[in-house]
């Protein structure tokens, strides 16, 4: 792989042992998949496991000892960067089914973490949607450990992103950049399947959570494969908790780092341009039956009845809280579940100052920012409901030794389940 200068005094140690230690693993990885260079890159999403993947055992141990090595001599990112949710919010955790030990650990682990990267400079969104914050440009190179963050920076925003895990982020914002490989390319980008929704789908009238199962639908008969989506109404492509919904899913299920909508996707004006040189290719049509079918993969309980309500996979947008809110104002939940509600800073203080928060508080919800709902989602015992098959996934199979059956639905639904103490109406169908 061709090195400028710089990279070469990096390489050598003349930044520093952590600087040499990233930009060895991004070469190493760029070797392997036949990089010819670097790129530089101009924003980074960090996804550290000492704050994030489980802070506490061997797993936890293992992360801090993984982080001392790559940052030692790091004293500043060389590109802003943000930061995904902390595993949890620690003054909530017992409720959440932790130990005190556990929650000690955790205190020490990644309260650690989280002093060293905000002194690094690190923007505390804590968030795993940090295109609130800072947005992309068509055709700019990011680095991003994060599902939904690396498919909504391509999809949305035309930026140019591979699917980097936490330590890849952080050698790139260290460094400053990544090889070119994949989703940096142009050539790698273009859409290799049509989807077509059927006319039998009226997304206006689609609820959160049918998003999320059109994204299941889709990314089961897609797979691999980068798709395009030939019909999908383009005034939604202006509401972000819709399209929060529809890329949670894809992102964790199959792992896509790029979707095209056309005439929504920056590099999608049509779809011979989302298509590019590849002119003959399968297409997939998606319909009510195959919704029918996610619902069906996503809903694991048998039992009508619900302990906890998990909201903020990822975190709840304001949408999101005024339609919990329509349901719970001026109500009590029921006595035996614990609605929790993972948001972000901003819109928690946002929610705060409109008088929101303490709507839900006296309704008997618990709402905190900053947090990874589904990790830490994955402890407790009893049957939870969720608007989030991402969540479900994480709750119901994660860990099989803590699995739990899911009710999945929609937010309305959810906040119903909280208030009734069971869910209502069965599993969803088209």
Not at 352 to 372: P, Y
Request: net charge negative; hydrophobic share 40%; proline share 4%.
């Amino acid at each position: 792989m061709y090195l400028n200068e710089e990279e070469k005094k990096i390489l050598n140690g003349d930044f520093g042992p952590g600087a040499k230690k990233a930009l060895q693993i991004l070469v190493g990885m760029g070797e392997a998949r036949g990089a010819e260079k670097m790129v530089e890159i101009s924003y980074a999403h960090l996804m550290p496991p000492d704050v994030m993947f489980f802070p506490y055992g061997k797993q936890g141990k293992w992360g801090q000892e993984l982080m001392e090595d790559m940052i030692e001599g790091v004293t500043k990112l060389r590109v802003p960067a943000t930061i995904e949710p902390k595993f949890v919010d620690l003054t909530i955790a017992r409720e959440l089914e932790f130990s005190n030990s556990e929650i000690e650990e955790m205190n020490v682990i990644m309260g650690k973490a989280v002093q060293f990267y905000e002194k690094l400079g690190v923007i505390p969104t804590y968030s795993a949607m940090p295109f609130f914050v800072y947005p992309g440009k068509l055709n700019q190179h990011v680095s991003i450990a994060e599902s939904i963050s690396i498919l909504w920076y391509n999809t949305m925003f035309g930026s140019r992103c591979e699917r980097d895990d936490g330590v890849v982020s952080l050698s790139a914002a260290i460094t400053g950049r990544v090889p070119l490989i994949g989703m940096h390319k142009k050539e790698e980008r273009y859409a290799q399947v049509i989807v077509r929704l059927l006319d039998e789908l009226n997304l206006s009238q689609f609820t959160d959570a049918d998003f999320d199962a059109l994204s299941l639908a889709v990314s089961r008969r897609t797979k691999e494969k980068i798709p395009v989506i030939t019909n999908f109404p383009q005034e939604l492509g202006r509401s972000y908790t819709k399209l929060k919904h529809l890329l949670a899913t894809i992102a964790v299920e199959s792992g896509l780092p790029l979707l095209h909508m056309v005439g929504i996707t920056p590099e999608a004006p049509t779809l011979e341009a989302a298509l590019g040189p590849n002119k003959s290719v399968e297409e997939i049509i998606i319909g009510k039956d195959e919704l029918n079918e996610a619902y069906e993969i996503a809903c694991t309980a048998k039992d009508e009845h619900v302990d906890y309500v998990l909201l903020g996979c990822p975190h709840v947008t304001m949408s999101e809280m005024q339609e919990i809110i329509q349901v719970l104002d001026g109500k009590k939940l029921h006595p035996n579940v614990k609605l929790i509600i993972s948001t972000t800073k901003l819109f928690k203080d946002t929610a705060e100052d409109m008088g929101w928060v303490d709507i839900l508080k006296k309704a008997g919800a618990i709402v905190t920012d900053s947090m990874c709902i589904a990790f830490a989602g994955t402890r407790v015992s009893g049957t939870i409901a969720t608007n989030s098959i991402k969540g479900a996934f994480f709750y119901s199979g994660f860990d099989q030794t803590k699995a739990s059956p899911v009710w999945f639905g929609s937010t309305r639904d959810c906040a119903m389940a909280a208030l009734h103490g069971k869910w209502i109406g069965g599993m969803r169908k088209l």
